[in-house]
């Protein structure tokens, strides 16, 4: 197994322009984590699903965010009319069992830069 | 609410020194504990965790960490820092699964 991947690696767009980004967790892997790292900053928590279901969503996620993983495999997370403020690193995570103490396997991220 | 605090931002110390970097959460029961690391262009690599038991957790890369319920502290220690420890090293907590990570500090080595 490859580890967690994401696409793309690096993301420049418009103010205003839609982006979507891809996860591919650890197969067999039931949870998936969307964070958002800013320069500067810890990684700060979007959302998780457990399979298919998202099952918490933080504040941070506005109504312009919506995440999928409509199979319970990849995740996809889409910016819509992305916004200056919007530049960061997106850093998806897997992982088992959904237990708290588990470790969560990072991608390498997707850095997102909005002109 | 629960938050993590890396007091340090920046720490530099030389090659074959012991290092020290300190965390404090806040959270009334003892969370799950981590410390990941984060080199350029990397993802973020656990290098240990914490979650009952022992209180003195040995990790990767010659890497521990002691949980102190009295403080509310998980620092991590190195007796021998090496240069390919420059990076950026976050604390974080969990009590439901999702991680509250601390603002990082960056480690710098001299030679």
């Known amino acids: 197994d490859t580890g967690v991947s994401q696409d793309p690696r690096h993301k420049i767009t418009k103010r205003g322009q839609n982006v979507t980004f891809r996860c591919d967790p650890i197969?067999?892997?039931?949870?998936l984590y969307w964070y958002r790292q800013t320069l500067g900053q810890g990684p700060e928590f979007l959302t998780y699903?457990?399979?298919?279901?998202?099952?918490?969503k933080s504040r941070l996620l506005s109504d312009r965010f919506s995440a999928e993983r409509p199979k319970g495999s990849f995740s996809t997370l889409e910016i819509q009319r992305t916004e200056q403020g919007d530049s960061a690193m997106y850093l998806c995570?897997?992982?088992?069992?959904?237990?708290?103490?588990?470790?969560?396997?990072f991608g390498p991220g997707t850095r997102l830069t909005v002109l | 609410a629960q938050s993590v605090t890396q007091p340090d931002i920046h720490i530099t110390v030389s090659e074959g020194a012991s290092l020290e970097l300190r965390c404090n959460y806040s959270?009334?029961?003892?969370?799950?504990l981590f410390w990941y690391v984060q080199s350029p262009g990397q993802g973020l690599q656990l290098l240990l965790k914490?979650?009952?038991?022992?209180?003195l957790v040995q990790g990767i890369k010659g890497f521990e960490a002691e949980f102190k319920r009295s403080q509310s502290s998980f620092n991590l220690r190195k007796p021998s820092v090496h240069w390919s420890d420059a990076a950026e090293y976050f604390c974080?907590?969990?009590?439901?699964?999702?991680?509250?990570f601390g603002q990082g500090t960056t480690l710098q080595v001299k030679p």
């Open positions: 995570a897997s992982t088992g069992m959904g237990r708290a103490y588990n470790e969560q396997f």
């Open positions: 197969s067999e892997h039931n949870r």
């Open positions: 699903f457990q399979n298919e279901a998202q099952l918490e």
């Open positions: 959270y009334g029961a003892t969370p799950y």
């Open positions: 914490y979650f009952s038991g022992d209180t």
């Open positions: 974080a907590s969990s009590n439901t699964g999702k991680l509250i």
